[in-house]
Each structure stands twice: as C-alpha cells, then as structure tokens.
C-alpha cells in the first residue's frame, strides 16, 4: 500500500531523502565490528577443526579450549549481536522515518558498552583465564573479569533494545490507529525476546560474579544451568527472528513479488516471542535432578515453536510461487525456475530458507527426550547448530549485505560484487555440507563435541572417526575461504564501490490482501503471555532446585 | 485464510501432536525416558558418602549388575569394568568436582553427571565387546583424555 509522496513528505520528510546519514553510522560502525569479528571467530575455527581432526598441533600458549571459547563467544555472541543490531537499526530507521537523536545516543551507549565488554572477555581468555567455553557451566571458575565482561555485553544489547522500545512508543504516539511498518515490528519482537531472554542469564552471572571472587563460598550448580539456557537457546531464536524479518519482508521485493500476508508474519513473530524462552530446557533433557514429567511437559513446549516455523514455510513458498508464476513460469514446477537464481540477494536466503528443512527437522529429533540421549553433547549436535545458525541465520545475514551495506553507505551493488556474493554463496554451502554433513554422521557414531584431538589411546571406535574429522577440516578450510570473501565484499561495498543511491527492499502486500488488525500491536499483552509461559515452564523446576538443592559448589579452575 | 494454508497447517499441528504422543508412550509407557534421577549429595563430601566411599562393581541379582561410580577431573572410578553379556547394569554415578557427561560409545548411554547430584542409568549389553566410555561434556584442560573402556565377555 504505498503511500502518495505527498503523504510520505508529511509523515516522514527524512523517508525521501535515502538513509539518514547519522542513522546510516551507527549500522555501519556495528557491521564494521560484526565482519571483524567474522574473520577473527572463523580462523579460530579453522583452527580447532584443524587439531580436531590431528593435522595441526598447537603451541604450548595456545590450548584447544581457549580457542574453542573465544570461537563460541565472538560468533555466537559478538558477531551475531553486531550484525543484528547494525541491519535492525537500519531497517528500524528506514521504516519509521528516522531515529529520535536519544535513541542515536543510546545506540553509541551500547557500541562502547559492547565494545569494552568484548576487550575485557577476550583479554582473559587470551590469558588463559576463561577456558570454560561459551556456556561457562559453573562449578568451572573463569577470572570475574570475564563475567564482568559478559555484563557489559548484555547492557550494550539492552541499551540498543531500550533505545528500539522509545522509538516505537514515540512513533505510535504520533501515528495513533495505524498498525506499524512490518520491519519496525519485527525489530520490536526481537528486542523484546532479546530482553527477557536475557533476564535469566544475567541473574546467572550476578551471582557468579561474587563467587568468583571468593565473596561467597558455594554455588547452585543446576539453577545456574537452568539460567543460562533460558538464554542460551532463545538467542537462537532471536536470529531465528532476524532472518525471517528478511525473508518476509525484503525477499518479495527483490524478487518481483508480493507479501503473502502481513497479518500472518505478525501473527508469526509473536508466537515466536511468546513461546520461545522454554525451547531452551531441553538442552537439560539428560540431566539428573528434573523429573521426567517436566522433561515431558518441554518437549512440548519446544516442539510447540516449530509450528510457527511450519507457517513460515508455506507463506514463504507461496510468495515463491505467485512471484514465478508473474513471469510465466508454467505447470507444477515451472515457477520455481523462473526465481532470480543468479541474484544474490535472493540466492544466499533462499539456501538458508532450504537449509532449515533439514536444520528443523534436526531440532525436533534433538528436543524429543529419548532421542536426545542418542546425540547428546556429540558431534550432531554441533552439526546441527552449524546448519542452523551457520546456515539459516548466517547465510541470510551474508544475503542481506549485499543491499543493506550500499544502503547505509550510498554505493551500488555492482555486478562484480553480485558475482562474487554468489561464488560466496556456494562455496559456504558446499563447505556446510561438507562440515555439517560430517558432523552428524560422526556425532551418531559417538564422537563427543568440546573434545580436542584425542584416540583415546588408540581404541579401535575412536580412530573409525578420524576420516570424518579430515572432511570436517577440509569443509572448515572452505569456510574460512568463504568468510574472506565475504569479509571482502561487505567492506568493498562499504568503501569502494561505486557511487549511487541502493533501495531498502520492502516488499508490499496483495491487493486483496486483509487489513492488518491493530490488536497485533499490543506488546503489553504479549509480554504477559511471554512471562506466563516462562513461568509455567520454570517455576516449578527452580523451585525444585532451589528447595531440594545438595550443597552448593565451590569455585573450581581444571584448566 | 488460504484454503491450502489451513490444509498444510491442520496437516503439521497433526503430525506434532502424533509426534508428541509417540515420545510420551516411549517415555511412560516402555520406559525408555531420558536419566532423570533426583537424589543429591554433598559434592565436597562423596568420598565420605555411602555408597560413593566404595566405587565398584556390584553384582545384584542374576546377571545384574550395579557400578557405583564417581567422575572427576580426569577419569572414571573405577576404570576398566567387566561384565558377561547380557549382564544388566546400573550405573550410579556422582562428579567429585566439575560436570561431566557419562558416555558409551556405541550404545545409548548418555548422561549428564552433575556435582551435587546423583544420576542412574541402566543399560543391557547384549553384544560382547570392548565398549569405549567418555566423557562428553568438556570438564578441563585434560578433558579429552577421561576415558575407560568395559568389557563384555
């Protein structure tokens, strides 16, 4: 439904003069730290699955696990967070009309918050002082510079989430009975569901924090774990989010099509924000302390969030279709050829899009109690976040670059760089699958995760694995190929191409499309519901823990 | 809605309640439910604490068998353990330190093995053999060495 210029130039006179240029900044200063940290937290990749597979030995200041830990950290982290943030911001800005100048602040508040955060954690761990890996599981003891490093992460992110939540109140004041633009939405949800999935984590590391230190003697071991994977797989689906805010809204407009239904996407984002946070608990499927039934009650509420995943999938397709379907593409399949295959724009999500067939059904064998004790902690499982995040998210956030970095920096994509995204493109895929596929294979056979090179004194079961760690090295190595090459585009599309005005692609909806309803927008009352599931979720194992808790533990180092 | 959306839908909350119910008659009904035990201990006093004072392998019943064990930075207690095939046995297993996970390569033990908590799972090897067992969950700089092996004769 767009709107007559004429309206535009009243709401939004900044909408028809491009980015705003002080907006444009702080996404680029957020990219600039997310590709960055890509290209440190990929060689550090390459670097375990090299010794992984025993064709690299490291030096004696440099273990295994430091690497391991600062991998996990500035990927899943860091660079997600960055990136997240600097595409968000941009998109928020873009479909609003510009940022409030406080809200400009809090986003540079957030920059340096994050920013110091990430120098104090990388610091120790460089010192060997926080070789505990990306979950910190306690009774393993980093230095406290390390959790105090990880709080000033989280205050960055929640600054850039407060500064989100006073924009949209400041918009829907002064655009009272309209529903607000798709992206701004979706930014919205992702904030929220970044906010309170990160409310139980920091709990977690506010009392780590003192025990570290030695203020206090012992802790409580499964309250601390139940903590952090209220947050650990909910910033999963935090990603999750963000990449499906491109595909719904971008990918119609790139590829000459409409949005299936912007009802249906809204409807999508809060499912996703109300069920999320308890998806995590089943991390804890084989841990002793938490009785059956309730491991039972969240293998529901974990396969319950496959079924806005399951709409998304047919909304998405349908867009597909109608779009080939314009431009002639004939009988059953006909449609699917006639999609701008050669764009890159198109080409890195939709192999994101098809990657979360297997990336999902993976979950739901994971999250389904008695299968999980099959591939608990082995090299599945770390197949399985490789194709999700590495592939769903990242390549969607790879995809993404290629219009939203000559947005921000007033270049064009040119066909050489078009070029080189879809080289990028298939060499990360073939590189997953190779990885990936590796991954899984070895994990049912047993191989642990989180394990350096080890035979196990030669036993006969853990030398059957070493073949499947060459081809997980091999895939690693064009990994990091296909990170230089990204690295590389973002940054030439950032400084050098040539000059020009690029689109923010949004799509727009079917003429005949419903009219979005304006009760989508009560966010009161989806927090309500977000915090009843956690509740029903959460209440009754913590307790547990905390009434039935054994002594705590004291704080141990056995690295 | 779009009729084919309804249809796809209605098609995907059925498969995931079937779903649902397949796991739930597997886990209650056959017992095949995850390790869940729940009684606890003091985690700086296991040495002192029945039955963790004597790890070992215990022979409770016509080939059954309980292995009272305990995981610490790096290693099993006790290590290379013997049984007959066919022998059922049960695993009771507590951390002295840090967590661990509790691993047999090739069949589906697999257990999170906690400071604090005492954790059972039981398992009928029926395959003689020489089993490897892990740890699976990373527990220090020697975390890749915590190994044993059981041998089913």
Redesign the interface.
């Given at each position: 439904m767009a709107k007559p210029l004429k309206d535009i130039i009243r709401d939004d006179p900044k909408k028809t003069l491009g980015v705003t240029p002080e907006d444009a900044k702080i996404s680029k200063a957020y990219l600039s730290v997310a590709f960055i940290t890509l290209l440190v937290g990929g060689l550090l990749g390459l670097v375990q699955g090299l010794e992984r597979a025993g064709l690299l030995e490291l030096p004696a200041w440099l273990?295994?696990?430091q690497v391991l830990t600062a991998h996990g950290i500035l990927l899943i982290l860091i660079f997600t967070a960055a990136f997240s943030i600097g595409y968000l911001y941009a998109g928020f800005s873009h479909t609003i009309g510009g940022l409030l100048p406080k809200v400009r602040k809090m986003a540079w508040a957030g920059f340096s918050l994050i920013l110091v955060g990430v120098a104090l954690v990388v610091a120790t761990i460089l010192m060997n002082e926080a070789?505990v890996?990306y979950t910190f599981?306690p009774?393993?003891a980093a230095s406290p510079v390390f959790y105090i490093g990880l709080v000033f992460v989280v205050l960055g992110i929640w600054s850039c989430a407060l500064g989100v939540f006073i924009n949209y109140h400041h918009w829907r004041k002064n655009h009272r009975g309209e529903v607000t633009p798709l992206f701004a939405f979706f930014t919205m949800g992702v904030f929220i569901l970044w906010f309170f999935g990160s409310l139980g984590v920091t709990i977690e590391v506010l009392t780590l924090i003192p025990w570290s230190m030695g203020w206090k003697e012992t802790i409580n071991?499964?309250v601390s774990?139940t903590l952090f994977w209220s947050f650990g797989h909910t910033l999963v689906n935090v990603w999750y989010i963000i990449a499906t805010s491109a595909w719904y809204v971008t990918i119609p407009k790139i590829i000459g099509g409409k949005i299936f239904s912007d009802k249906l996407a809204r409807v999508v984002v809060i499912m996703l924000v109300i069920l999320n946070i308890p998806g995590g608990f089943h991390h804890?499927?084989?841990?002793?302390?938490?009785?059956?039934t309730v491991?039972?009650l969240h293998?529901?509420m974990s396969?319950?969030i496959?079924?806005p995943s399951?709409?998304t999938a047919?909304a998405m397709f349908?867009v597909f279709e109608r779009a080939g379907r314009k431009k002639g593409g004939k009988g059953l399949f006909g449609w699917f050829t006639k999609l701008p295959w050669g764009d890159v724009r198109f080409l890195a999500p939709m192999v994101a899009m098809i990657a979360f067939i297997p990336g999902g059904a993976g979950g739901?064998i994971n999250t389904?109690?008695?299968?999980?004790?099959?591939i608990?902690?082995?090299m599945w499982v770390v197949g399985h976040f490789h194709i999700t995040v590495g592939v769903t998210a990242v390549l969607t956030f790879f995809g993404i670059c290629y219009w939203l970095v000559p947005y921000i920096s007033k270049r064009q994509l040119t066909p050489q760089m078009n070029k080189l995204g879809i080289i990028q493109t298939i060499v990360w895929t073939v590189g997953m699958i190779l990885m990936s596929g590796s991954q899984h294979m070895v994990g049912l056979?047993?191989d642990?995760?989180?394990?350096?090179?080890?035979t196990?004194?030669d036993?006969?079961?853990?030398l059957g694995w070493i073949p499947y760690e060459y081809v997980m090295a091999f895939g690693a190595t064009l990994l990091l190929l296909g990170i230089i090459i990204q690295v590389y585009a973002v940054f030439n599309m950032m400084f050098l191409a040539t000059k020009g005005e690029s689109e923010f692609p949004i799509g727009e909806v079917e003429i005949n499309a419903e009219n979005t309803p304006l009760w989508t927008e009560r966010w009161s009352l989806w927090i309500i519901l977000l915090l009843m599931v956690v509740a029903m979720a959460y209440v009754v194992p913590i307790v547990d823990f905390v009434v039935?808790?054994?002594?705590?533990?004291?704080p141990?180092?056995?690295? | 809605m779009h009729r084919l959306e309804e249809i796809w839908l209605g098609l995907s909350a059925g498969v995931l309640v079937l779903f649902m119910v397949i796991v739930g008659y597997q886990a209650f009904a056959l017992g095949m439910g995850p390790p869940s035990h729940k009684e606890t201990i003091d985690p700086q006093k296991v040495d002192q604490t029945e039955p963790f004072d004597k790890p070992g392998v215990y022979e409770t019943g016509e080939n059954e068998y309980e292995v009272v064990m305990t995981l610490q930075a790096f290693g099993f207690t006790p290590n290379d353990i013997e049984v007959p095939a066919g022998a059922e046995v049960t695993f009771t297993m507590t951390s002295k330190d840090v967590s661990h996970g509790f691993q047999v390569a090739g069949t589906n033990i697999n257990a999170m093995v906690m400071p604090g908590h005492i954790q059972e799972i039981t398992h009928t090897f029926e395959e003689p053999g020489n089993y490897l067992v892990l740890c699976n969950e990373y527990c220090g700089s020697g975390h890749q060495l915590m190994s044993t092996e059981i041998t089913v004769k």
């Amino acid at each position: 439904m767009a709107k007559p210029l004429k309206d535009i130039i009243r709401d939004d006179p900044k909408k028809t003069l491009g980015v705003t240029p002080e907006d444009a900044k702080i996404s680029k200063a957020y990219l600039s730290v997310a590709f960055i940290t890509l290209l440190v937290g990929g060689l550090l990749g390459l670097v375990q699955g090299l010794e992984r597979a025993g064709l690299l030995e490291l030096p004696a200041w440099l273990n295994y696990y430091q690497v391991l830990t600062a991998h996990g950290i500035l990927l899943i982290l860091i660079f997600t967070a960055a990136f997240s943030i600097g595409y968000l911001y941009a998109g928020f800005s873009h479909t609003i009309g510009g940022l409030l100048p406080k809200v400009r602040k809090m986003a540079w508040a957030g920059f340096s918050l994050i920013l110091v955060g990430v120098a104090l954690v990388v610091a120790t761990i460089l010192m060997n002082e926080a070789s505990v890996l990306y979950t910190f599981y306690p009774p393993l003891a980093a230095s406290p510079v390390f959790y105090i490093g990880l709080v000033f992460v989280v205050l960055g992110i929640w600054s850039c989430a407060l500064g989100v939540f006073i924009n949209y109140h400041h918009w829907r004041k002064n655009h009272r009975g309209e529903v607000t633009p798709l992206f701004a939405f979706f930014t919205m949800g992702v904030f929220i569901l970044w906010f309170f999935g990160s409310l139980g984590v920091t709990i977690e590391v506010l009392t780590l924090i003192p025990w570290s230190m030695g203020w206090k003697e012992t802790i409580n071991v499964m309250v601390s774990r139940t903590l952090f994977w209220s947050f650990g797989h909910t910033l999963v689906n935090v990603w999750y989010i963000i990449a499906t805010s491109a595909w719904y809204v971008t990918i119609p407009k790139i590829i000459g099509g409409k949005i299936f239904s912007d009802k249906l996407a809204r409807v999508v984002v809060i499912m996703l924000v109300i069920l999320n946070i308890p998806g995590g608990f089943h991390h804890q499927i084989i841990d002793p302390g938490i009785s059956e039934t309730v491991k039972f009650l969240h293998v529901f509420m974990s396969v319950s969030i496959a079924f806005p995943s399951l709409m998304t999938a047919f909304a998405m397709f349908a867009v597909f279709e109608r779009a080939g379907r314009k431009k002639g593409g004939k009988g059953l399949f006909g449609w699917f050829t006639k999609l701008p295959w050669g764009d890159v724009r198109f080409l890195a999500p939709m192999v994101a899009m098809i990657a979360f067939i297997p990336g999902g059904a993976g979950g739901l064998i994971n999250t389904s109690n008695q299968m999980n004790q099959v591939i608990h902690n082995t090299m599945w499982v770390v197949g399985h976040f490789h194709i999700t995040v590495g592939v769903t998210a990242v390549l969607t956030f790879f995809g993404i670059c290629y219009w939203l970095v000559p947005y921000i920096s007033k270049r064009q994509l040119t066909p050489q760089m078009n070029k080189l995204g879809i080289i990028q493109t298939i060499v990360w895929t073939v590189g997953m699958i190779l990885m990936s596929g590796s991954q899984h294979m070895v994990g049912l056979l047993g191989d642990p995760r989180r394990t350096s090179y080890t035979t196990y004194g030669d036993h006969e079961t853990a030398l059957g694995w070493i073949p499947y760690e060459y081809v997980m090295a091999f895939g690693a190595t064009l990994l990091l190929l296909g990170i230089i090459i990204q690295v590389y585009a973002v940054f030439n599309m950032m400084f050098l191409a040539t000059k020009g005005e690029s689109e923010f692609p949004i799509g727009e909806v079917e003429i005949n499309a419903e009219n979005t309803p304006l009760w989508t927008e009560r966010w009161s009352l989806w927090i309500i519901l977000l915090l009843m599931v956690v509740a029903m979720a959460y209440v009754v194992p913590i307790v547990d823990f905390v009434v039935n808790a054994p002594p705590g533990s004291p704080p141990i180092k056995t690295w | 809605m779009h009729r084919l959306e309804e249809i796809w839908l209605g098609l995907s909350a059925g498969v995931l309640v079937l779903f649902m119910v397949i796991v739930g008659y597997q886990a209650f009904a056959l017992g095949m439910g995850p390790p869940s035990h729940k009684e606890t201990i003091d985690p700086q006093k296991v040495d002192q604490t029945e039955p963790f004072d004597k790890p070992g392998v215990y022979e409770t019943g016509e080939n059954e068998y309980e292995v009272v064990m305990t995981l610490q930075a790096f290693g099993f207690t006790p290590n290379d353990i013997e049984v007959p095939a066919g022998a059922e046995v049960t695993f009771t297993m507590t951390s002295k330190d840090v967590s661990h996970g509790f691993q047999v390569a090739g069949t589906n033990i697999n257990a999170m093995v906690m400071p604090g908590h005492i954790q059972e799972i039981t398992h009928t090897f029926e395959e003689p053999g020489n089993y490897l067992v892990l740890c699976n969950e990373y527990c220090g700089s020697g975390h890749q060495l915590m190994s044993t092996e059981i041998t089913v004769k």
